[in-house]
């Protein structure tokens, strides 16, 4: 079986963003390796939409999303895929490839969230929306998201060595 | 420098035929809207601006999101007045074509004219004020024409569409006299994006090049070298003109008025080289002559016209003669062009063939004598300059 890892560093994170922050935040706040000292917190109102484009093509076998157990957490998380300009507009309308409703311990523990790989084996850029938090309160944080999965076949460029060298 | 795409909102409905903005409002934002983008493209050369109007049968996005100011002035003809503002929709097409802007690190912006009352419901404002935070796009409001009407709902919006002070309202009333155009140069629209370069290009722009100079060095190191130096050789020629001419007391007055225009001139005589090269600084004594004919009377036109073209002849017979181009550019000072304009036939070959000159129209003939003079005089001026700078 292949090994699973964080797709930490397939990510591009020049091209990914999250909409509806407050202005000074990041979208490395969530996504780089050093998690809780920085959120993402929402703006305007509870819903956030986080955008990751991969460098390369992957398959994303699951997910973990770390926020606070006071309510501010997200509940309803809408997934989609390979969208092009992707905003609130399109989150609400287009039909997402996966529907989940996160439950307090799954956040706090940072449990693992399984995706249907089959759906997910060819992508390009995974869209999240949390259209409302477990507290029904106007402010929704996140602490870190971590994507689990294994990168597609694609040329390892360091592995390409001159015809000299191998002899 | 930030990178941003903008796109202006122009209020072509009926409302803007009132002309309490000379000539109307109408022509007024036309004025601004060139303006703008053309500060914004001049801040930084990847930004993008687009144009869209707001009224008639539906929203027109009349100019897609470029950088060529160029398209910017062909599309702001096109534009027809028609209809009424439908505000609403209207944001709604430039955040769509915002978000399909071709450079996705570009900052969102929508700058915004009212001119007519609106009739949307401030709640409907508020809504689209949010949705725009959302997606990050700032607003720069420009309320003018009906202003005390509209105050009330367009705050609102810029209030639920302000994050962190990126968003404006700009409100101009309609009193005598007041060009909206210049209200804009003055507002914080742009100090706030570029940190308080905006005020400048008010002055400079007309001529459609850099502003003072104060660009170049960031973007372009070699052109502020090259203005730098020009700087330079204009204020050392003025201050010899300026000593010789203090010395010739008829002309004194003319003079000073020359060196005025002088003054005036180096300005725009900077933005009419911003797409000249280093070569171009051996025409640089051309340039200055040229630059001056229109401050001058007609008679005063003749005189330096025909002192250049003679001076241009003579370079062509030293040319001729082998000399380098190094020589060439002390042209003024050396004995063989001088001894040239002497020389009656030669003159008067030149002058045969300049277009429409009648060689023995007797002005001409004067004129080319005081020349003689003039330039004698000088030479003897330069010759003792000389001679007292060896002894000191």
Redesign the interface.
């Known amino acids: 079986m292949t090994e699973f890892v964080d797709l930490i560093n397939s990510i591009d994170l020049k091209n990914s963003e999250c909409l509806n922050s407050e202005p000074n935040q990041e979208i490395t706040n969530i996504l780089k390796e050093d998690e809780d000292t920085n959120f993402i917190t929402s703006d305007t109102d509870e819903q956030l939409l986080v955008n990751i484009q991969f460098k390369q093509k992957v398959r994303v076998h699951s997910i973990i999303v770390r926020a606070e157990g006071d309510g501010t957490g997200p509940q309803m998380m809408k997934v989609f895929q390979n969208q092009f300009s992707f905003g609130f507009e399109e989150a609400q309308s287009l039909k997402p490839t996966h529907k989940f409703k996160l439950i307090k311990r799954a956040i706090t523990e940072g449990k693992l969230i399984r995706f249907k790989m089959v759906r997910f084996s060819n992508v390009g850029s995974l869209h999240l929306f949390f259209e409302n938090n477990l507290g029904g309160g106007k402010v929704t944080k996140i602490k870190q998201i971590t994507v689990v999965g294994v990168p597609l076949e694609t040329a390892n460029i360091s592995k390409i060595q001159s015809v000299e060298e191998k002899k | 420098m930030v990178l941003e795409a903008c796109v202006i909102l122009i209020d072509n409905s009926n409302h803007s035929r009132n002309g309490d903005f000379a000539p109307n409002r109408f022509l007024s934002q036309i004025d601004s809207i060139n303006f703008i983008a053309g500060t914004k493209i001049q801040q930084n050369r990847v930004n993008t601006v687009g144009i869209l109007a707001m009224s008639g049968r539906r929203p027109n996005l009349v100019l897609a999101p470029t950088n060529d100011v160029g398209q910017v002035l062909i599309a702001t003809n096109k534009i027809q007045i028609e209809g009424k503002l439908d505000l609403i929709s209207s944001i709604e097409i430039a955040q769509l074509s915002l978000?399909?802007r071709s450079n996705?690190?570009h900052a969102q912006r929508i700058v915004m004219f009212v001119a007519s009352p609106l009739e949307e419901k401030k709640e409907d404002l508020e809504k689209i004020g949010?949705?725009l935070?959302?997606?990050?796009i700032s607003i720069d409001v420009i309320n003018f024409g009906e202003t005390e009407r509209n105050e009330e709902k367009l705050s609102s919006l810029i209030d639920?569409a302000n994050?962190?002070d990126n968003c404006h309202l700009l409100s101009v009333p309609t009193s005598t006299g007041l060009i909206l155009a210049d209200q804009i140069q003055g507002s914080g629209i742009f100090s706030s994006s570029s940190g308080g370069m905006g005020g400048d290009f008010g002055g400079s722009f007309g001529g459609g090049g850099y502003g003072g100079g104060m660009v170049d060095p960031n973007v372009d190191p070699e052109l502020a070298m090259v203005l730098q130096m020009s700087l330079e050789e204009e204020r050392q020629r003025q201050s010899r003109l300026q000593q010789e001419n203090n010395n010739n007391s008829n002309e004194k007055e003319s003079n000073d008025q020359k060196e005025e225009k002088k003054m005036d001139l180096e300005e725009t005589e900077k933005e009419s080289q911003n797409s000249n090269q280093n070569e171009n600084i051996e025409q640089e004594g051309e340039d200055d002559m040229f630059s001056q004919l229109e401050g001058l009377t007609e008679e005063e036109q003749m005189e330096l016209i025909m002192k250049m073209s003679l001076e241009e002849m003579g370079n062509q017979e030293l040319e001729q003669l082998g000399m380098t181009k190094e020589e060439e550019e002390e042209k003024e000072k050396d004995p063989e062009v001088q001894n040239a304009l002497q020389d009656e036939d030669l003159v008067d070959s030149i002058l045969l063939s300049l277009p429409g000159v009648d060689p023995e129209n007797e002005e001409i003939t004067e004129t080319i004598k005081n020349i003689k003079n003039e330039d004698n005089d000088k030479d003897q001026k330069e010759k003792e300059k000389e001679k007292e700078n060896e002894n000191d």
């Open positions: 978000k399909h996705k690190e949010s949705q935070r959302k997606a990050s639920n994050s962190g």
